[in-house]
């Protein structure tokens, strides 16, 4: 069965330092999405993409984060001046995306768990 | 703001006892509702999903959870647990309006189940 990957699983930075989470997606959906975990809270959503662009962000997803799709299969996501508040598990999502509801239905993939020093 | 509250944030059970979990979401309309399940070190799984038709809607693993429209709730529930239904469970809306297919999730709820 397909499934949604991330990599690292674990990755340790210091605060002020740019990190890359990567994500490669079920490959026939459209729809992709990063979330984020801080300990012991709830999932929370940070940003959405299709068709090479953002579709929705939330106030989460400020100037120090940004999404791309370098090529045909990968999703990362970047933050630029890690913050201490910004440790926490980052989830990669995809979904199918065509027109009947049930297709936005989400894969989620393992997460990176993200500590900052 | 939407808001979908889960209430138990830790249950502890023994085999063979009865689960259920509560779900509450905060918005009127048409919801989309799903409970998703972590087992220790895996990804988030969709254990059931309910769009509309027959409220009680079964899922994976003997799980059932009932849409009470009336009560903006959405509880999981198994009649028997199983030491392997230890996981982080977490419920999650989508409200159909604004186009906007973004869930928003639950806290989370805990399930530790004794052998």
Known sequence: EPEVTQTPSHQVTQMGQEVILRCVPISNHLYFYWYRQILGQKVEFLVSFYNNEISEKSEIFDDQFSVERPDGSNFTLKIRSTKLEDSAMYFCASSPGLQVLSSYEQYFGPGTRLTVT | ?115
């Open chain 2, 1 to 115: 703001a939407q808001s979908v509250s889960q209430h138990n944030h830790h249950v502890i059970l023994s085999e063979a006892a009865s689960l259920e979990l509560g779900c509450n979401y905060s918005y009127g309309g048409t919801v989309n509702l799903f409970w998703y399940v972590q087992y220790p070190g895996q990804h988030l799984q969709l254990l059931l999903k309910y769009f509309s038709g027959d409220p009680l809607v079964k899922g994976i693993k003997g799980f059932e959870a009932e849409f009470i429209k009336s009560k903006f709730s959405f509880n999981l529930r198994k009649p028997s647990v199983q030491w392997s239904d230890t996981a982080e469970y977490f419920c999650a809306a989508i409200v159909l309006s604004g186009g906007s297919y973004i869930p928003t999730f639950g806290r989370g709820t805990s399930l530790i189940v004794h052998p």
